[in-house]
């Protein structure tokens, strides 16, 4: 069911207020505990935030071209395999930061803007078929709250390592 004007309002300023999120929830981790992971197959925080950059950069290209593109293709990426290609604990965490907050305000202006139609507008996800805007707008509303959590639980877990 298509969402309410309300409703699409209310995920606009989530997705808008991710990035202040995400920056509080790096602000609490120890320098020491950055890099640290709470399992073999699970990210640092340190990773957790250049993920994020990859992913808003990847979110702001196909919020374009779900609403530009005619029949739009949105391709699925291993989000796993890219923090090992990448070597994401290489990666500047400021620079990824950066990238999350400048993504966002770009964005946001455009999700303000859009119209009825905008919204309506539906391409095909390589992962899970038919992906509309709200599709879109529901899954990264939430997705540096998410993030933002799991770094919280991270530090959580390093200090019950009695660190």
């Given at each position: 069911?298509?969402?309410?004007?309300?409703?699409?309002?209310?995920?606009i300023e989530?997705?808008?207020?991710?990035?202040?999120?995400?920056t509080?929830?790096l602000?609490?981790?120890?320098?020491?505990?950055?890099?640290?992971?709470?399992?073999?197959?699970r990210?640092?925080?340190?990773?957790?935030?250049?993920?994020?950059?990859?992913?808003?950069?990847n979110?702001?290209?196909?919020?374009?071209?779900?609403?530009?593109?005619?029949?739009?293709?949105?391709v699925?990426?291993?989000?796993?395999?890219?923090?090992?290609?990448?070597?994401?604990?290489?990666?500047?965490?400021?620079?990824?930061?950066?990238?999350?907050?400048?993504?966002?305000?770009?964005?946001?202006?455009?999700?303000?803007?859009?119209?009825?139609?905008d919204?309506r507008?539906?391409?095909?996800?390589t992962?899970?078929?038919?992906?509309?805007?709200?599709?879109?707008?529901?899954?990264?509303?939430?997705?540096?709250?998410?993030?933002?959590?799991?770094?919280?639980?991270?530090?959580?877990?390093?200090?019950?390592?009695?660190?």
């Amino acid at each position: 069911m298509p969402l309410t004007a309300a409703e699409r309002a209310t995920l606009i300023e989530r997705y808008a207020r991710g990035p202040a999120l995400l920056t509080a929830a790096l602000a609490k981790v120890p320098r020491d505990a950055l890099k640290w992971k709470p399992g073999p197959d699970r990210w640092s925080a340190h990773e957790i935030v250049v993920h994020c950059a990859d992913s808003e950069t990847n979110a702001h290209m196909r919020l374009r071209y779900l609403l530009a593109e005619p029949e739009p293709l949105i391709v699925g990426y291993d989000q796993d395999v890219w923090a090992k290609r990448f070597d994401y604990h290489a990666h500047p965490i400021d620079a990824a930061l950066a990238t999350v907050k400048a993504v966002r305000a770009n964005t946001v202006p455009l999700l303000e803007r859009a119209t009825e139609q905008d919204w309506r507008r539906v391409g095909r996800h390589t992962e899970s078929g038919p992906y509309s805007a709200e599709d879109w707008l529901a899954v990264y509303a939430e997705h540096l709250e998410k993030h933002s959590r799991q770094i919280a639980r991270n530090v959580e877990a390093w200090g019950a390592k009695g660190r």
